[in-house]
Structures are given as structure tokens and as C-alpha cells.
DNA sequence: ATTATAATTTGCCATATGGCAAAAGTCAAT
DNA sequence: ATTGACTTTTGCCATATGGCAAATTATAAT
């Protein structure tokens, strides 16, 4: 299990109180059982493609989106060569993250930037 | 299962001996045992993404397309869904804002957005 | 036909998925 | 504290997936 894949229960279940619904609520819209639910939410078990497509409505996802979430797409392109590429390209933006941050209004978006490089600093002045 | 599903097999096994391949190159090429590869062919048993994914660039399939044929993704979708998204896409992202989140690694980029839906659930609970 | 070789299918099994119902938490209002 | 209404988690089980090795079935080549 790589990075994304263990992340993907910690994504769902954001969107999830994000929305918000609850397990039941979600189970329910979704027609995929609660306890299954929250067993993919805390990494228990792993979705298949046929769970993810039901739930991605409901959690405002496109199918796409939550497919490449879950590795089973590929990030944007088609046909990357070595299945050992192990490294996660860095400079890339990742897709939920994207669609997350999109949501804001500009003023917004910028301001989380700001908060950022001020954490940053402040862990560089803790660190020396 | 219905008609779609019994026709992957057949589709994919079409594909096969057009490319040409036999079960074991396809095996060998795929990393899916041969045995597995029949069944899926004579519609025994259905792949998973997992398996549509290891197999479609051997057999010259784009991930979507497999995936379409499969029924995992609804037939024409490319990031923008055609329904109700009147929430989601009426905002961008800041583009100064995509290339500075781009530059951290993807786990500090979720932890942003981690942050983001804590402050608004504070902000929610103070004013209400 | 007979053997050799490659290709496909089958038997068996280990593991993963996912649902249902019961148990265990949560939380507000007495 | 206790009740009652939700929400989440757990126990258990039925079914599906997928690999390995043996068995079967083509396909040639003497």
C-alpha cells in the first residue's frame, strides 16, 4: 500500500464531514452499507471501482477524480511506461487538493498560502 | 451479470489474438497470471480495476476506455460532470496559489487543506 | 500415429470485499 | 446519573478475486 492509497479513507472521510452527512447518510444516498463505509474510512478496507463510483455523487467527486485517487487511474495522462516510477512527482498539484482549494474564493486561497510560508518560517526559526 | 460484462471477455480476448498474444505473453507482459486472464475472457470471473489497469497497456487500451467498457466509469467523462455541480465549478484555482502549493510535497499540500476545513469548522461554530 | 511443445482450462486455496445485525460510543435533554 | 436517539464500530458470514500447479487440449514435427 503506497502514500495515496492509505490517504484515500482520510480523504473520503474529510469530504464526508465536509458535505456533511454521516455514515448513514452517505450509506444511504450511496446505497453502499455504513459499516462498509467505515471500514474504507479508516483504512480497514479498500474500495472497489464499483463502491467508488457509487459514493462519488454524493461526496461531490467526479468518477475520474476518485479513481485517481484510489490508483486506478493513473494522474492525467495515459501510458506511463514503468510501473516502478516509485517516486510521486513533487511539483505537481495534487488533484483533491486542487479541487478543495478551488472551492474558496480567491481572497481565501491566497490567505492559506500566506498561513503557509508563515508556519514555514516558524519551523525554520524552531529548527536552528 | 449482464450483457456488458460477458462482453468484456470477449472483447479483450478479440484484442488479444488481434494484437497477437497468447494467455502466457499477455501473463508475462501484465503481470496478471494466465489462468486468471481465461476465466476473465470467458467471463468466469470479472477483473478488478487493478487488473484492467495492468492489462490495458499491453493490449493497447487506454486505462479510460477499459474502464468504460468495464462499467467502472460512466461512458464520456473528463473531469467535468454534467450534472449538479453549480457549486463546484463556479470558482478557479489562483494560479500564483496552484504553483506555491505545487512546490510542497503532496502530504503537506493535504495537511493545507486539512487545516483549511478545521478553521472553517471553528469559524462555523462561532457564529452560529 | 506418436511424441514433443506450447496454450488453455480446471481444481484448489488464500485473501479481499461488502452486507447485516448486534454492540459500543456520543450527545442532548431531562 | 439516566434515558433516548443517533452514529460509528465490530462480529460474522457469504461471495468474489486471483494465483499456483496439475490436467487437458491444440499444434506441430517427425
Do not use: C, W
Amino acid at each position: 500500500m503506497n502514500d495515496s492509497v492509505s490517504d484515500l479513507g482520510k480523504i473520503l472521510k474529510q469530504q464526508r464531514i465536509n458535505t456533511p452527512l454521516t455514515l448513514q447518510e452517505l450509506a444511504a444516498e450511496s446505497g453502499v452499507s455504513s459499516s462498509h463505509l467505515g471500514r474504507i474510512e479508516r483504512g480497514e478496507r479498500f474500495p472497489s471501482a464499483r463502491i467508488l463510483r457509487k459514493i462519488a455523487k454524493p461526496l461531490g467527486f467526479s468518477e475520474d477524480e476518485l479513481f485517481t485517487l484510489a490508483g486506478f487511474l493513473s494522474p492525467q495522462t495515459s501510458g506511463v511506461a514503468e510501473e516502478g516510477v516509485s517516486r510521486y512527482n513533487s511539483r505537481q498539484l495534487d488533484p483533491y487538493v486542487a479541487r478543495m482549494l478551488a472551492e474558496e474564493p480567491p481572497e481565501i486561497q491566497r490567505a492559506v498560502i500566506g498561513i503557509l510560508s508563515l508556519l514555514k518560517s516558524i519551523a525554520r526559526g524552531i529548527s536552528k
